[in-house]
């Protein structure tokens, strides 16, 4: 069974950074790409960024370009999502996923205050 973990999440100032962090078990971690998605109330999930296997090729968001950076360590099955420069509009629950495949994790809350 696949299981995706997401922690770092919570409550920063507008210019503020966090790191999320999401574990996967249950799947060879180093075979699949991995995304990040994000949902603010009323709206539809929307990709934020997306890696390949290896980590050499990444892709973002317009929104996020320049501030966001994604990456991933296969020997600890993690993918991560460095966040600089928060904007309250950043403000959403935030899910990863194997990209391109139907799972996700649990979601969670990062909130930017202005």
């Known amino acids: 069974q696949v299981q995706l973990v997401e922690s770092g999440g919570g409550l920063v100032q507008a210019g503020g950074s966090l790191r999320l962090s999401c574990v996967v078990s249950g799947r060879t971690f180093s075979s699949y790409p991995m995304g990040w998605f994000r949902q603010s109330p009323g709206k539809e999930r929307k990709f934020v960024a997306a890696?390949?296997?290896?980590?050499?090729?990444?892709y973002y968001a317009d929104s996020v370009k320049g501030r966001f950076t994604i990456s991933r360590d296969n020997a600890k099955n993690t993918v991560y999502l460095q966040m600089n420069n928060l904007k309250p509009e950043d403000t959403a629950v935030y899910y990863c996923?194997?990209?391109?495949?139907?799972?996700w994790g649990q979601g969670i809350q990062v909130t930017v205050s202005s």
């Open positions: 890696l390949n296997y290896s980590g050499n090729n990444t």
């Open positions: 996923n194997l990209y391109g495949y139907d799972y």
